[in-house]
């Protein structure tokens, strides 16, 4: 199954959004093999963050991700106009595969 | 620069088939997994396959296992995707993707870090 996120956050300028990522104890909670990605509109996904916390070279340390239990996370602060796009979150799983999550609309008001 | 290129992309009745290619350039091919990855119009992004860096192994979401074979040709720097018996639910942008990478010196894998443009199939009557 897919992981949970929520549909939709929105933020204002310079203010910080958490966008949760819920799994289970075979996926998320199992392994530090989470990712996280941004898409705008159009165009391919962007990876952000992998083995949950790391910052690929030139991604913003505005980007931080963690994880609780079977729970991932991603916060952006200092949002800006730019962060408007959509996120998800991904797990390797114990069957050996790869599972998203439904992705979450950031809105920046 | 590292680079992926999908194309076999095409509007196809649903029991046909099509294989997808990926070519790539820029980097050491054979140190890295590659997946696919799709998107149906409007709707999230859905993990397809895999195949390891040497092509020992290859895995399926379950619903185009038995349907859908990832290989990749080392010769040639391509990946591919045969998609057999396609469904109108296979209807999607699917993109090539490499499996981890090397940030600050120190390998990762099991993420997706290099994306393709993607190619879309349609399957439609």
């Given at each position: ?10 933020g ?30 159009g ?12 910052r690929?070279s ?6 931080t ?6 729970t ?15 996120y ?10 790869w ?10 008001l | 620069?590292?680079q ?32 696919w ?5 409007g709707?999230?992004?859905?993990w ?24 990749r ?36 894998k ?16």
């Amino acid at each position: 199954s897919d992981l949970t996120q929520p549909a939709s956050v929105s933020g204002s300028p310079g203010q910080s959004i958490t966008i949760s990522c819920t799994g289970t104890s075979s996926d998320v909670g199992g392994y530090n093999f989470v990712s996280w990605y941004q898409q705008h509109p159009g165009k391919a996904p962007k990876l952000l963050i992998y083995d949950v916390s790391q910052r690929p070279s030139g991604v913003s340390d505005r980007f931080t991700g963690s994880k609780s239990g079977n729970t991932a996370s991603l916060t952006i602060s200092g949002l800006q106009a730019a962060d408007e796009s959509d996120y998800y979150c991904n797990s390797y799983t114990s069957y050996n595969t790869w599972v998203f999550g439904g992705g979450t609309r950031l809105t920046v008001l | 620069q590292v680079q992926l290129v999908e194309s076999g992309g095409g509007v196809v009745q649903p029991g046909t088939s099509l294989r997808l290619s990926c070519a790539t350039s820029g980097f050491s091919f054979t140190t890295y997994g590659f997946h696919w990855v799709r998107q149906a119009p409007g709707k999230g992004l859905e993990w397809v396959a895999v195949i390891w860096f040497d092509g020992s192994k290859t895995f399926y979401t379950d619903s185009v296992k038995g349907r859908f074979t990832i290989s990749r040709d080392d010769s040639q720097r391509k990946l591919y995707l045969q998609m057999n018996s396609l469904r109108v639910e296979d209807t999607a942008v699917y993109y090539c993707v490499t499996d981890g990478g090397l940030y600050n010196n120190k390998w990762f894998k099991f993420a997706f870090d290099v994306w393709g443009q993607g190619t879309m199939v349609a399957v439609s009557s």
